[in-house]
């Protein structure tokens, strides 16, 4: 029997964070990553104030991004369990996005392959639409750190609504970079960089992409790539609305 798995990623507030792991332990989801980010949705960002006359933008907020794969018949009841432990009525709730994988799963440490479960064929998806209204694409981009302010400025100009932001290392062709450090060669083979993703629908794709090459395009190794994959569900935390009605 083929198994089908799904990929979860919820992006939520820092302090649901201990409310959500208990929700899906509760649930025998037993293996997910979790990374504290960045990011902003429709809000773009928030005002701090500070005194009587000052204030602070804030333009990414800190968030939370779990990544979790499960069986396709686990889905369902997953969103049931944790819409309600995310949901707080106010603009910031955060979103999940599903991708489904095309593949095989297998156990690092003995290196089988997950086996879907019998009962999870039969348990009903009714929470999912069972196929979005518009296509929805996930783009993501890695590039120089620096590049993040000017990046995020013209992406909120073509109607980039959302995004999320890790510091991550990495590498591309030239496999890091050698230094020299009082006459003594240094070799770092994984450079500080940002990984920037993006779940669009009305926005075009290319328009991204455009935008992207043309603010981080210098010429030299180490410009970054970008990456696009489809998005099979979006669940907007605070209303429930799925798919285009949530991006």
């Known amino acids: 029997m083929a198994v089908h798995y799904t990929k979860m990623t919820i992006i939520t507030r820092r302090d649901k964070y201990p409310d959500l ?8 989801i037993e293996g997910m990553t979790a990374t504290e980010v960045t990011g902003n949705g429709t809000q773009i960002g928030q005002i701090q104030y ?19 794969v499960t069986t396709a018949g686990k889905v369902a009841s997953i969103l049931k369990t944790i819409l309600p432990v995310l949901q707080t009525g106010i603009v910031g709730d955060g979103k999940i996005f599903l991708e489904n994988i095309e593949g095989e799963v297998y156990t690092i440490s003995s290196g089988t392959h997950a086996q879907e479960e019998d009962e999870d064929s039969r348990e009903s998806e009714e929470f999912v639409m069972s196929a979005a209204a518009k ?24 109607g980039v609504s959302g995004m999320t932001v890790t510091n991550v290392e990495g590498c591309g062709r030239q496999h890091g ?34 935008t992207a090459q043309k603010v981080l395009g210098t010429g030299s190794m180490g410009d970054g790539k970008i990456f696009t994959s489809p998005i099979s569900h979006a669940i907007r935390v605070r209303t429930g609305e799925t798919d285009d009605a949530a991006i």
């Open 21 to 28: 792991t208990d929700a899906l332990l509760g649930l025998n």
């Open 50 to 68: 500070k005194g009587s006359d000052g204030r602070t933008e804030i333009l990414l907020i800190p968030k939370i991004y779990v990544e979790l």
């Open 135 to 158: 296509p929805m694409t996930k783009v993501t981009i890695v590039t120089r750190k620096e590049k993040m302010k000017e990046l995020r400025k013209e992406l909120v100009a073509i």
């Open 177 to 210: 970079v050698t230094k020299f450090v009082e006459g003594i060669s240094r070799h770092s083979g994984l450079l500080p960089k940002i990984k920037v993703e993006i779940v669009v629908c009305s926005v075009p794709v290319s328009a991204v992409i455009e």
